[in-house]
């Protein structure tokens, strides 16, 4: 396999990063995204949405949200082709430098309880389940 890069996603990138996610994230139990989302979050943040890539085709992402106060990654996806070969846990570490920078001390992230696959591999990152509590939400 040829070396993967890594880089900052830009607004461009909004349509394929939607085309990746639509084969490669998980999907279940959400809001459906939206380029528009995607160019709103880059203008917020330009350095939130972490990238690799396969000789130009894009193989993975994540979103490395920094709100001033605490570190949550969303979006973690690598393209079924590429799996076990240590680009998620390359993505999270990235996302991990980032937050590093800013003085972050503790990241998170929304995992489906039903989602085995990603507790493994968020498991291997070093992160672990906090049962004593729950995501409570409203539709804004
Ligand atoms: C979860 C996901 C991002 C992992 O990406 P990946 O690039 O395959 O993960 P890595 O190769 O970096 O794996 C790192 C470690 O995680 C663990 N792991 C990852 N996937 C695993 C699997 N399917 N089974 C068992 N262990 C797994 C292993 O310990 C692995 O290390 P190893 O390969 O040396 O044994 C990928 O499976 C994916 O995109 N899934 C669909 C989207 C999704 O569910 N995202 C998470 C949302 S919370």
Same mark, same amino acid.
Request: proline share 6%; aromatic share 8%.
């Given at each position: =396999?040829?070396?993967?890069?890594?880089?900052?996603?830009?607004?461009?990138? +909004?349509?394929? %990063?939607? @085309?990746?996610?639509?084969?490669?994230?998980?999907?279940?139990?959400?809001?459906?995204?939206?380029?528009?989302?995607?160019? &709103?979050?880059?203008?917020?943040?330009?350095? @939130?949405?972490?990238? +690799?890539?396969?000789?130009?085709?894009?193989?993975?992402?994540?979103? +490395?949200?920094?709100?001033?106060? &605490?570190?949550?990654? /969303?979006?973690?996806?690598?393209?079924?082709?590429?799996?076990?070969?240590?680009?998620?846990?390359?993505?999270?570490?990235? @996302?991990?430098?980032?937050? @590093?920078? /800013?003085?972050?001390? &503790?990241?998170?992230? =929304? %995992?489906?309880?039903?989602?085995?696959?990603?507790?493994?591999?968020?498991? +291997?990152?070093?992160?672990?389940?906090?049962?004593?509590?729950?995501?409570?939400?409203?539709?804004?």
């Amino acid at each position: =396999m040829a070396a993967i890069d890594f880089r900052v996603a830009t607004a461009a990138d +909004a349509p394929g %990063v939607l @085309a990746f996610w639509a084969d490669a994230a998980e999907d279940s139990d959400r809001p459906p995204d939206s380029p528009e989302a995607v160019v &709103r979050l880059i203008a917020r943040d330009p350095a @939130a949405l972490l990238l +690799a890539e396969d000789d130009g085709k894009l193989v993975g992402s994540v979103i +490395a949200g920094w709100d001033g106060w &605490r570190c949550h990654l /969303y979006r973690l996806a690598v393209a079924p082709s590429h799996r076990r070969r240590g680009i998620g846990r390359a993505l999270v570490a990235l @996302a991990e430098s980032r937050f @590093a920078e /800013y003085g972050g001390r &503790r990241a998170d992230a =929304m %995992v489906l309880d039903a989602n085995a696959e990603a507790h493994r591999a968020w498991s +291997a990152a070093g992160y672990a389940a906090q049962p004593n509590w729950s995501r409570w939400v409203k539709p804004l």
